[in-house]
């Protein structure tokens, strides 16, 4: 199976609640890209970053086009 169809297939189980092994090759993409989420949002949150530069990381996160209407609100407490 190509990554490709992998990921389609990680992707059907979970928007179906359906139940994942964690033996399986989509848990361990699952656990792949959950790591390359942490260390993107880590890098993103080490220091103030303009709105386009966080842009770049939501698309490198979601793997989709730029959005240039997305912005992001932090609170303060």
């Not at 199976?1 to 992998?6: C, H, I, P, T, V």
């Not at 361990?28 to 080490?46: G, P, Q, V, W, Y």
């Amino acid at each position: 199976m190509s990554k490709k169809e992998l990921n389609a297939r990680l992707f059907e189980l979970l928007n179906s609640g359906g139940k994942l092994s964690s033996k399986s090759a989509e848990f361990a993409l699952m656990c792949e890209i959950s790591a390359k989420t942490r260390k993107l949002c880590a890098k993103m949150n080490k220091k103030w970053r303009s709105e386009e530069k966080i842009r770049e990381f939501f698309a490198k996160i979601t793997k989709e086009p730029k959005n240039e209407s997305l912005r992001v609100f932090f609170a303060l407490l």
